[in-house]
């Protein structure tokens, strides 16, 4: 077993807020490389999707694909991973649990892998913490992809699945003693494009290319009603998100879907929340987990976010993505820290090729710079502009020249992070020289925040390859004001298309991005894009029935402006 910590720290908060750990996506947890030798013809990679998140026994439990093996934690913070392999000798593939599904039964939690077999083992535990797993049923015959369970407040079980651009997702009941399906799969929902924007396929949602994808199926229950649960319309896009219809039985076609998606962030540092699962924490409160995507050396090069989810006075689903990337109290709250240095200078040891220095910090995961060599000294050095009170760091490293292939449990970074007031004389920040954990995406949580304008990032080991980062993104709080209002937003929304709309707002002089919100009522502007560099956003995802509110905020390194008026577009 092995511990990865997502916070390094507790810190204490601003006002008074009781000490309470933070965290920031991606989730630091120690990702498998993708254990497919024909997915890394670009470049071999980490990578992993679909996770699925558990509340068992007073912890949670993470599985997600290829990973040979999963996570567990008490705190959604410090992860420990555990080894294990679900494959039987008979089982042919790569796939080590591909989109698994994980479902509690009473006391015992069960574990099941995507197959368009009939010979895959369902898998039983009731102390998954110390790897003791037993076949539940050696082949569970009615197999299926994207396979998700859901046991009912009476005690009644259901299996879900389904990943097609032409058939829908199908449910069944499953006999709790033999498992086995009680009648056949019934349909339970197909996407509708004609009507939902955010459903056509494609990075710019225009269902040029393909026909859009449903898949990855997850079912709650609240208040007597069920949320059905699906990702679209495509992993690789960054409007990958997890959308939601309601009904009033776990199965049938009686689901009434939500106009808008449930997850969703299409823009920021990484992008794509979809094919996820909902779960509560020990409070009983409401998270979302999902798929962020990268898709560089491969389309499934992905990654996982968590995000605050919930309902609202009228039974509304909804998941809060604002500043979805940045810093997080771990009771779902944002901390306030700003980004502190996008596309500031950046001055570097050595680079590779055309990986150049500012791909470290312009808030793009698909981007990355990389040294000439993984040797220790190569470094990487960022000004924030002015002096600034820092907060957080995350090390985003990016894989260049690796040469793993699958789940690696003996590798570690080693790293050390400075600060300076005048770039000459250094201070350690943080200093993870004797580190022995895999930490690809390390977020470093200041006990007390540290007075800096300068931040210095000196590799010491990296597990393969070269010294590579796609963000050394920093989080903390300039001196001065916080933007202004944004002046004037106009949505254009014409009678030849209303699943899209055109906006527009004026620049403001003093903000690095800005968040819209919009929704089909004014007090439930649940989706959220982050716009870095631009006043005007292409939006496509709008349901053609409904009229829409939305508004703006402007965003800089001191802090986040008012919100404009909420305004109603037909």
Same mark, same amino acid.
């Given at each position: 077993m092995k511990k990865i910590l997502l916070s390094c720290c507790l810190m204490?908060?601003?006002?008074?807020?009781?000490?309470?750990?933070?965290?920031c996506n991606p989730i630091n947890v120690d990702y498998g490389y993708t254990p497919i030798p024909n997915f890394t013809e670009w470049g071999k990679h980490r990578a992993t999707a679909d996770p699925v998140i558990v509340n068992y026994k007073g912890d949670y439990y993470l599985f997600s694909t290829n990973q040979w093996g999963y996570w567990y934690s008490a705190d959604m913070v410090n992860w420990t991973f555990v080894s294990r392999k679900f494959l039987r000798p008979w089982n042919e593939g790569y796939d080590e649990l591909c989109a698994p599904a994980v479902g509690i039964v009473g006391d015992t939690m069960l574990v099941f892998g995507s197959t368009y077999t009939r010979n895959f083992t369902l898998w039983m535990s009731t102390s998954p913490k110390e790897n003791n797993w037993k076949p539940l049923v050696d082949s569970f015959e009615i197999g299926g992809w994207d396979p998700a369970f859901f046991t009912d407040d009476d005690g009644r079980l259901y299996m879900y699945n389904g990943s097609s651009n032409r058939y829908p997702l199908y449910g069944v009941e499953l006999d709790r003693q033999t498992f086995r399906p009680i009648g056949t799969r019934q349909e339970m929902y197909l996407l509708e494009p004609w009507r939902y924007g955010w459903q056509r396929f494609g990075e710019h949602m225009d269902n040029t290319f393909l026909d859009p994808f449903i898949e990855g199926a997850w079912m709650t229950k609240h208040n007597g009603k069920y949320y059905l649960q699906y990702g679209a319309p495509g992993t690789?896009?960054?409007?990958?998100?997890?959308?939601?219809?309601?009904?009033?039985?776990?199965?049938?076609?009686?689901?009434?879907?939500q106009s808008d998606p449930l997850s969703f962030?299409?823009?920021?540092?990484?992008?794509? @929340?979809?094919?996820? &699962? =909902? +779960?509560?924490?020990?409070?009983?409160?409401?998270? /979302?987990?999902?798929?962020m995507g990268i898709s560089v050396k491969n389309n499934f090069e992905r990654r996982i976010g968590i995000w605050p989810a919930g309902f609202d006075k009228d039974d509304v689903m909804y998941c809060n993505t604002a500043f979805g990337d940045y810093p997080h109290f771990t009771n779902g709250d944002f901390t306030g820290w700003m980004l502190l240095n996008y596309n500031k200078p950046v001055m570097v040891s050595?680079?590779?090729?055309?990986?150049?220095?500012?791909?470290?910090?312009?808030?793009?995961?698909?981007?990355?710079?990389?040294?000439?060599?993984?040797?220790?000294?190569?470094?990487?050095?960022?000004?924030?502009?002015?002096?600034?009170?820092?907060?957080?760091?995350?090390?985003?490293? @990016?894989?260049?020249? &690796? =040469? +793993?292939?699958?789940?690696?449990?003996?590798?570690? /970074?080693?790293?050390?992070?400075?600060?300076?007031?005048?770039?000459?004389?250094?201070?350690?920040?943080?200093d993870k020289s004797k580190?022995?954990?895999?930490?690809?995406?390390?977020?470093?949580?200041?006990?007390?925040?540290?007075?800096?304008?300068?931040?210095?990032?000196?590799?010491?080991h990296v597990p393969t390859g070269r010294f590579a980062i796609s963000g050394l993104r920093v989080f903390g709080n300039s001196d001065g004001n916080k933007p202004a209002i944004v002046e004037s937003l106009i949505v254009l929304r014409t009678e030849k298309d209303k699943r899209s709309a055109w906006l527009k707002w004026k620049p403001a002089t003093d903000a690095y991005a800005y968040n819209i919100y919009y929704g089909t009522a004014p007090d439930k502007l649940y989706t959220n894009i982050m716009v870095y560099n631009a006043n005007e956003y292409w939006l496509k995802t709008l349901d053609k029935e409904k009229v829409y509110y939305f508004t703006i905020e402007a965003i800089n390194e001191r802090g986040v402006s008012e919100k404009l008026p909420v305004q109603r577009v037909e």
């Open positions: 204490m908060s601003m006002a008074g807020r009781a000490q309470q750990p933070t965290y690789e896009m960054s409007g990958y998100a997890d959308g939601v219809v309601a009904g009033p039985s776990p199965l049938g076609n009686q689901f009434t879907p962030k299409p823009g920021g540092f990484a992008r794509g @929340a979809g094919h996820g &699962a =909902t +779960f509560t924490d020990h409070k009983g409160a409401y998270w /979302h987990v999902s798929t050595s680079t590779l090729g055309s990986y150049s220095a500012n791909n470290a910090v312009d808030e793009d995961i698909k981007t990355y710079w990389s040294a000439a060599s993984g040797n220790a000294g190569e470094w990487l050095q960022s000004d924030l502009g002015a002096v600034s009170a820092v907060h957080a760091v995350q090390v985003n490293y @990016a894989d260049q020249d &690796a =040469t +793993f292939l699958g789940k690696q449990t003996n590798i570690y /970074h080693q790293y050390k992070l400075l600060y300076s007031l005048d770039g000459k004389k250094w201070l350690s920040l943080a580190n022995h954990t895999d930490v690809p995406h390390d977020y470093v949580s200041l006990e007390k925040p540290v007075r800096a304008r300068y931040i210095r990032l000196e590799n010491v």
